[in-house]
């Protein structure tokens, strides 16, 4: 099957893919790679392959929700990925997290039903999580980098407009220490397509404190974890 939504051709895309929702943060984390080429504009999934301490790799845009990360990792995988990472933002959902902070995902709750059932043909919840040793890889590197981070399971919500006033007590209550969009989908899919994935988010607001983090600071932030990604990405054995 070919792609329609990432048009770009079979070899265009590296094993080793960062996908972040945002095509600016794509463009920006691209200036990390040496001689980076766009390879896909098309839908505005912004698409750069490049290399890193002499590895070749991809930044790729996934959007937002479930959905757009569903077809835009299928078609990477379809154009040659192999490992992803997605480097994004959430939603503290716990006092303990605060703006500008490094969680390492290792797991996603969501609610059933919907894309995940349409994949499994049946209302079921397969376990959302990351590839142990790609997961170990970023741990490994973001301490190395001197990068302080949290371990801990995220909320993967289909609704940003949802949330009501008892929201993060309810998911915190759940094990979630921040909620996002997109990271539930990227581990089942990715598990059942036999891809490797792992996701690092920033705080980039606080749900408990309601706060939200500025575009510098946030840009700051990502481009210090960006960092120990693309190392994880380029030691991590595949």
Request: net charge neutral.
């Amino acid at each position: 099957m070919n792609p329609v939504h990432i048009l770009a051709k079979k070899g265009d895309v590296a094993e080793r893919v960062v996908v972040a929702g945002d095509p600016g943060r794509v463009k920006l984390l691209s200036k990390l790679l040496k001689d980076p080429v766009l390879v896909n504009e098309n839908r505005g999934f912004l698409v750069y392959t490049g290399y890193y301490n002499g590895v070749r790799v991809s930044v790729a845009t996934h959007g937002i929700g479930g959905p757009s990360m569903a077809i835009v990792l299928e078609e990477l995988a379809m154009l040659g990925g192999r490992a992803f990472v997605r480097l994004g933002t959430a939603g503290s959902l716990v006092p303990e997290l605060s703006l500008g902070d490094v969680v390492v995902v290792t797991g996603a709750s969501y609610n059933p039903g919907g894309l995940i059932a349409q994949y499994f043909g049946e209302t079921t919840c397969p376990a959302a999580t990351p590839d142990f040793e790609l997961t170990t890889e970023i741990v490994k590197s973001l301490q190395a980098k001197g990068v302080r981070f949290f371990l801990g399971n995220v909320f993967s919500s289909d609704a940003f407009y949802a949330e009501d006033e008892h929201f993060a007590q309810k998911w915190s209550q759940r094990g979630n220490v921040a909620v996002e969009m997109e990271a539930a989908t990227l581990f089942v899919v990715g598990r059942l397509r036999n891809l490797k994935t792992a996701a690092t988010v920033v705080i980039s607001d606080s749900l408990v404190k309601k706060e939200w983090i500025s575009k510098e600071k946030l840009e700051e932030s990502v481009m210090k974890v960006a960092e120990a990604i693309f190392l994880a990405l380029t030691n991590y054995k595949l």
